[in-house]
């Protein structure tokens, strides 16, 4: 029987998994960097308490250390990002701006008679 949940939980998973993967041509706003760091990190860190421990307790101590350190490690890579961004707005000042303003300039000629 436990066989028989396991493959059924590694089926549902794999099914889930082709369905979003199916979805993704669209473009999505996705996940900061912070909050990418913070699950990376809790996950890591509970399961390395987990390991450590050997119950559950470390696991969440673990999990808590890691998603704090992950958070503060992806809110550093942002803010790297971001500086690197502005060096580049910085060399290349042609294209900051997306949309210029347009004036009317009106030129007369003059015809002269010879």
């Not at 958070?71 to 707005?89: L, M, P, T, V």
Request: proline share 1%; net charge positive; hydrophobic share 35%.
């Amino acid at each position: 029987m436990k066989k028989l949940m396991i493959f059924a939980c590694l089926l549902v998973t794999f099914l889930l998994t082709f369905t979003y993967n199916a979805q993704a041509q669209e473009k999505k706003k996705g996940i900061s960097k912070q909050g990418k760091g913070a699950i990376i990190g809790g996950a890591g860190g509970a399961v390395a308490g987990g390991l450590i421990g050997h119950n559950v307790k470390g696991a969440l101590i673990g999990g808590a250390i890691g998603a704090g350190g992950g958070y503060i490690i992806g809110n550093e890579q942002r803010r790297a990002d971001e500086k690197k961004r502005a060096a580049w707005r910085r060399a290349h000042p042609k294209h900051t701006r997306h949309y210029t303003k347009t004036t009317k300039t009106t030129t007369t000629t003059t015809i002269e008679n010879h």
